[in-house]
């Protein structure tokens, strides 16, 4: 808290001063502006650290108006710090339109067990399909056999298609293997 705000008194002073502790600041946005605040009349104001312009940044207003700056009226701030700064605000395509598809997320999970190697027999542990029930409480948690079989599918699946691409090639292939 500044100097500024610490100095003031009097019971609307007291509020804003609380409504200005740096311990309610979640917002990505106050990274770019200053930590200390600074009392413009009677109103708390958070500083840009590229212009050093001033911003009401109450618990009222909120800090759309500090993202707005940063996101759009800043000039003085680098344009790549710009574009950091909006990407990390910006939802990712799969957030929007979310169709749940359990077929494509069997598929996801044989992927992902083939590729970190986990034991068939903790689909089957309690905390799993607990955790799994949290995410998508309409999605059915297979079996160890089932996810067993889906990998197997998948392998045959890969094992084919490499073959159909082997079959295609103009040139000779020599595999080799340890046994």
């Known amino acids: 808290m500044s100097a500024n705000v610490a100095e003031s008194s009097g019971t609307r002073d007291a509020v804003d001063a609380a409504s200005a502790t740096p311990h309610g600041r979640r917002s990505k946005v106050w990274v770019h502006f200053e930590q200390d605040l600074v009392l413009v009349g ?24 500090l993202l707005s700056h940063i996101s759009e009226s ?7 710090v710009r574009d950091r700064f909006l ?7 799969s957030d929007v339109g979310f ?3 359990p077929k494509k ?22 905390y799993f399909e607990e955790w799994m029930d949290s995410i998508q409480p309409t999605f059915k948690v297979v079996g160890r056999q089932t996810v067993r079989n889906d990998c197997i599918l998948t392998h045959d699946e890969i094992k084919d298609q490499l073959k159909l691409e082997i079959q295609g090639l103009d040139s000779l292939i020599c595999l080799t293997s340890d046994m």
């Open 42 to 65: 009677d109103v708390p104001k958070a500083v840009c650290k590229y212009c050093a312009m001033k911003l009401t940044c109450t618990r009222r207003s909120g800090t759309s108006s």
């Open 74 to 80: 800043c000039r003085l701030i680098e344009t790549e």
């Open 87 to 93: 990407a990390t605000l910006k939802k990712k395509a």
């Open 99 to 101: 169709f749940f598809d």
């Open 105 to 126: 997320i069997r598929q996801l999970m044989t992927k992902f067990c083939i590729h970190a190697k986990v034991a068939f027999r903790k689909f089957e542990d309690p």
